[in-house]
């Protein structure tokens, strides 16, 4: 079974321009959670997806947004990018099978770079 | 609030000694905590998880405890290897909770 994939793994981006990342669940698991992880503040919630509703969102301004399709796919997106949004941006999915919180699988992440 | 720390931001073992990370939570409501591996280059990867309802689990190599009097977790990891290398988070959430919260992170070193 794939892991989750999340694309693009790398990216390079200036100060005001928008940005979309995209991940990719593992077959039949139905939560997506994203991360922010930077060496000061390391592993911080952004948003959880579930059935394409957003089910729980963590402390960042409105810039930072999501969403989820009916094939559990979800993307993230960050508008008028600033130098501190710089990061690591993991995805996560799980099975959710009774919303009692299950284990995460991570993919390794987009590494997003603003100049 | 809810917070979970490591009492150590580094920690520099033997090769073949045990390991142990340790970690507080804040957030007695929490009944199930993880532990995850983090290398470099790549996402974190589930190691064991413990719910509240236990004090010790064991997996391969691998053991955590809770004590939940004083909100403490710690991993133990036995014969560490070159490959335990990478910085380990724990994490806690409750089950009226979709989110996980993780702590900071201690980064395992291993002296050959």
């Known amino acids: 079974k794939a892991g989750v994939t999340q694309t693009p793994r790398y990216l390079i981006k200036t100060r005001g321009q928008q940005v979309t990342l995209s991940c990719s669940p593992i077959s039949g698991h139905r939560s997506v959670s994203w991360y922010q992880q930077t060496p000061g503040q390391g592993l911080q919630f952004l948003f959880e997806?579930?059935?394409?509703?957003?089910?729980n969102k963590g402390n960042f301004p409105g810039r930072f947004s999501g969403r989820q399709f009916s094939n559990s796919r979800s993307e993230m997106n960050v508008s008028t990018l600033e130098l501190g949004d710089s990061a690591l941006y993991l995805c996560a999915s799980s099975l959710d099978q009774d919303a009692t919180n299950e284990k995460l699988f991570f993919g390794s992440g987009t590494q997003l770079s603003v100049l | 609030g809810e917070s979970v720390g490591l009492h150590l931001p580094t920690l520099s073992v033997q090769e073949g000694d045990n390991s142990i990370i340790n970690c507080a939570y804040s957030?007695?409501?929490?009944?199930?905590f993880i532990w995850y591996k983090q290398e470099s280059g790549k996402g974190p990867q589930f190691i064991i998880d413990?719910?509240?309802?236990?004090d010790k689990r064991q997996g391969q190599r691998v053991t955590v405890l809770l004590n939940k009097t004083v909100k403490h977790l710690s991993l133990q990891i036995a014969a560490t290897q070159p490959g335990d290398s990478a910085v380990y988070f724990c994490?806690?959430?409750?089950?009226?909770?979709?989110?996980?919260?993780f702590g900071s992170g201690t980064r395992l070193s291993i002296r050959p």
């Open positions: 413990i719910r509240s309802n236990m």
């Open positions: 997806y579930f059935s394409e509703t957003q089910r």
């Open positions: 957030n007695s409501a929490s009944d199930y």
């Open positions: 994490a806690e959430t409750y089950s009226s909770a979709s989110k996980i919260i």
